[in-house]
């Protein structure tokens, strides 16, 4: 399998984290690629120009970090990372959910401020106003997480997530007022797959 991804972008520190939770990065070719510079061999499996993008043995072509996580978790039948039971399923889409939509956030303000206005819109400011909240609601949710024997993929969108934020946009100071969710990040943080992974 072929795995195109860039070293900074946390969708696809996701999908390289699930893979190596999942125990199948040593199936993974990893293929560098910068997307903003709309690169050819990206284009031909992902024609927006968007990285994670998976090349499965079969060639199939499967892009967005969570159709890719969805398909490793599959491929390793390690369930126990998206489980099947409804309630236990709904638990962990709910923190997927937030999860994404603060790595869909902060990443729109890097982006915004980096090609757009670097004194930021009102679109990058709604977006920045909106991780705080994010961190609040997990921090709710962080007594049923710290601690926890195995992570889920939800946990680990959300350690991706805050993590970005930390290297990023550490001005949102986010650990000051969610100290359950920072002690949830860092111990999925301290996972051997979230450490090899780490943006540089």
Not at 173 to 200: C, E, I, K, N, Y
Request: glycine content about 4%; overall charge negative.
């Amino acid at each position: 399998m072929e795995l195109y991804l860039n070293k900074t972008s946390p969708y696809a520190r996701l999908a390289l984290a699930t893979a190596h939770e999942t125990g199948l990065a040593d199936r993974l070719e990893t293929v560098w690629v910068e997307p903003w510079e709309d690169a050819p061999e990206l284009l031909a499996v992902n024609p927006l120009a968007k990285v994670p993008a998976l090349v499965t043995d079969d060639g199939i072509a499967l892009v967005e970090s969570g159709c890719i996580c969805d398909y490793l978790i599959a491929l390793s039948g390690r369930d126990d990372l998206l489980p099947a039971p409804p309630r236990a399923r709904a638990d962990s889409l709910r923190r997927l959910g937030l999860g994404r939509a603060a790595i869909d956030c902060a990443f729109s303000v890097v982006i915004q401020r980096r090609y757009a206005d670097a004194a930021g819109t009102m679109l990058s400011r709604r977006w920045s106003a909106a991780l705080p909240r994010a961190a609040a609601a997990l921090d709710a949710m962080s007594a049923d997480r710290i601690g926890a024997r195995q992570p889920d993929l939800g946990d680990l969108a959300v350690a991706v997530a805050f993590d970005y934020v930390d290297f990023r946009l550490p001005e949102i100071a986010w650990r000051m007022h969610s100290p359950g969710l920072a002690a949830w990040v860092d111990a999925v943080r301290a996972r051997a797959s979230m450490r090899v992974t780490r943006p540089q």
